[in-house]
């Protein structure tokens, strides 16, 4: 016998079925994307054919059209007589505290106090463009930047979970901090994540807010895609060195196409990929690249050392029934299925509720010598922070659980997820070649938990993820399992077991930094305080990379900040 369908499904699936089609259409309308192939942009090949009517040069040519990348493209081709070329092969917002910044400005470097907080913070500002919410009060609009191309603020969704967490961090003795961002506050607190994402629900990039169709539109800025990078052109002038163009490819047996450059070269293909690219040019570690057959153009031993990265060890625990958001990640009955459609529906059609969740909705940053919060433990661990008010712990809070690496989730129900984040790191990695193939991806070796104080600071940060679990109000939402997918007996372990279990699982909050850091060349630094490549004229790099230690913030909003400034440092240096 057919099954009946009750009205108010009916109902949806009509609406979700008008929202479909509403954005069906609104699709066909679109103008097509201004970005051209690799192909098409090569103004010379290395056969000597050249595409007519293409120029064969550009003033600056950037390498990367990640969150930097699209930064320098905009600002750079501001002037019409710079002619930019940017190359291109294929987050939650927090930027740190003022006092990482202050480290940065500690380097020894000729200039490096223009890279303190109070020098920075401009930049900060000027790529902001925060919208005050009647939500979050405290919030002082007048520490923000309000005119940039970045829209932050609160639009996204927060759940009840997310909320309660909040409250059982307040009540375990961890103060609330309206504003994490802000220099008078300070970083340390618990706080609604402050995100990219705009008043109509949909997230903000450097991409669409730096490369609008008016920036796109400047007859003097072209962007490529599809455009692998396999060198960058140095040319040897008397005693000196210097970069005047880019080597590409579009595949790999295709063939290598040149571009020259007149002034500038600036990668900002991140913390991976410009030490990548310089070892590819013969710029790094002599006796690595000779392994790999690369001719040596120029000896520079910190070129992919001192990886660091932020590690994450997640833990799921079980939720009462109807308290968190699984039922986007893995509906398991007809009504997940059909509270999907409907977040589905409401996000197309007012661009609010559960799909513009940040996921991660909130976070708490701590210190692991906090000892309130972490009670007594045998461990002696050395202070990594840049200063008294910094953090070297994160805490998350994610209204449902995913998937992990040999991790799987249980079948069925309502669960959640937290991340204890190392902030400050002392083990640091390695970005080396695989091969003299630039369409190898280079071996990256993290090195993570390679010394006993990194892993005694997470046991510390996990230690208080599991006191909250315990904590009011949120305790009341959490149903015991004893599933061993599931995290809810770490509570009885001891020191050194939980140390096992942080050892076992490590993950990556994708935020790679200082590979081609910032710092004097006898301190392994590949750039100067200008951004400079040592040895090495008219190159640049301006990405994560040059970070002279990793920040104990998330990184976008510092990388952002880095484009802006060296915007400013690479117009200053044009010359026409």
Not at 4 to 20: E, G, H, N, Q, R
Not at 484 to 507: F, S, T, W, Y
Not at 515 to 537: K, N
Request: hydrophobic share 40%.
């Amino acid at each position: 016998m057919a099954s009946t369908i009750p009205p108010p499904v009916k109902a949806l699936l009509a609406a979700s079925a008008v929202a479909v089609a509403l954005y069906a259409a609104l699709r066909q309308g679109e103008s097509p994307t201004p970005f051209v192939d690799g192909s098409e942009v090569v103004p010379r090949r290395l056969d000597g054919v050249a595409n007519e009517g293409e120029e064969s040069e550009y003033d600056v040519v950037i390498v990367g059209g990640g969150t930097a990348g699209c930064v320098l493209a905009a600002r750079l081709s501001e002037d019409p007589r710079v002619r930019v070329l940017l190359l291109e092969a294929g987050g939650r917002f927090h930027s740190a505290a003022p006092s990482d910044y202050d480290e940065w400005a500690q380097t020894g470097l000729d200039g490096a106090e223009q890279w303190s907080f109070k020098n920075l913070l401009p930049y900060f500002h000027k790529f902001e463009k925060f919208v005050p919410s009647s939500r979050y009060p405290e919030v002082d609009p007048s520490m923000r930047g309000m005119n940039g191309p970045v829209t932050v603020g609160y639009f996204g969704y927060i759940h009840t979970v997310c909320s309660k967490w909040m409250q059982s961090c307040f009540n375990l003795g961890i103060p609330f901090n309206p504003d994490v961002n802000s220099a008078e506050a300070g970083t340390l607190g618990v706080t609604k994540v402050l995100t990219y994402i705009n008043s109509s629900g949909t997230r903000v990039t450097t991409q669409s807010a730096y490369l609008s169709p008016e920036v796109m539109k400047r007859p003097n800025l072209k962007v490529a895609v599809h455009a692998t990078v396999a060198r960058i052109l140095v040319e040897a002038i008397g005693e000196s060195k210097k970069a005047v163009g880019v080597e590409f490819a579009r595949e790999k047996d295709g063939p290598r196409c040149r571009v020259r450059a007149t002034q500038q070269v600036v990668l900002a293909a991140g913390a991976i990929h410009s030490p990548h690219i310089l070892m590819l040019s013969g710029i790094g570690p002599k006796e690595h690249l000779a392994e790999r057959g690369i001719p040596l153009v120029h000896d520079l031993a910190g070129v992919g050392q001192n990886l660091q990265d932020h590690i994450v060890i997640n833990t799921r625990f079980r939720l009462k029934p109807g308290h968190s958001m699984q039922y986007l990640r893995s509906p398991n009955k007809r009504t997940d299925s059909l509270w999907a459609l409907l977040a589905y529906v409401r996000w197309k059609t007012v661009g609010t509720g559960p799909l513009t969740s940040n996921l991660a909705e909130a976070a708490a940053f701590t210190r692991s010598d906090d000892m309130r919060l972490v009670l007594s433990d045998s461990y002696q661990i050395k202070d990594e922070t840049s200063g008294p008010n910094a953090p070297d712990l994160e805490h998350i809070i994610v209204p449902l659980a995913y998937s992990l690496p040999r991790r799987p989730i249980p079948s069925s129900g309502d669960m959640m997820t937290m991340g204890t984040v190392l902030l400050r790191p002392q083990s640091t990695g390695t970005i080396t070649l695989q091969s003299n193939d630039p369409f190898d991806p280079p071996v990256i070796d993290p090195k993570y938990l390679s010394t006993q104080n990194d892993i005694a600071v997470l046991v510390r940060g996990l230690k208080l993820a599991l006191r909250l679990i315990k904590t009011e109000p949120l305790a009341s939402m959490v149903q015991h399992d004893d599933d061993p997918l599931l995290d809810h007996n770490l509570e009885h372990l001891a020191d050194k077991e939980l140390e096992g279990e942080i050892c076992k699982r490590p993950e990556t909050l994708y935020h790679p930094t200082a590979t081609c850091r910032m710092a004097r060349l006898e301190d392994a630094g590949v750039v100067d305080s200008y951004l400079r490549v040592h040895g090495i004229e008219n190159l640049r790099i301006a990405d994560a990379s040059i970070f002279p230690r990793i920040p104990a913030g998330h990184t976008a909003a510092p990388v952002i900040a880095v484009g802006e400034k060296a915007s400013d440092l690479i117009k200053g240096s044009l010359k026409f």
